[in-house]
């Protein structure tokens, strides 16, 4: 009884090989950034524009050395950057989707390289700009 298991059926596919994609890539990055805007935003939002703007941080909350401080930091940006990058993914995944639905799927490849290109440029400039923020 000693040996490996099999199960039948799976040993041999008829032959039928899965064919390589890059979509498991976009699906990765539409699912962080539908993370990102469905738990994250909402936070960084009464964050920034409900507990800062009120009473309860004091004065100095907006003063732009302590602002500017916060935003230098390197976990800030990170942060900021992902805030910013996941969600354009997301919205290059559904616009695409979207496109494809309404009747465009004889120009699916030019759709897709048009959404993702749109969001690895975005994802390129938030990092120039972040880097660059001393």
Known sequence: MGGRVRYPGLDNLGG???S??????W?????AGGVVS????????VITG?????????EEAFAFERIHEAAAHPIVRLLVFCLIVFPLFTFAHRFRSILADVGLMKIRPVISVFC???AIFGTIITAVVLWNLS
């Open 16 to 18: 039928i090989r899965m």
């Open 20 to 25: 390589k994609s890059n979509e498991p890539i």
């Open 27 to 31: 699906w990765s990055l539409f699912a």
């Open 38 to 45: 469905a738990i994250f935003i909402p936070i960084f939002i």
């Open 50 to 58: 409900l507990i800062l703007p009120s009473s309860l941080t004091g």
């Open 116 to 118: 993702y290109g749109f």
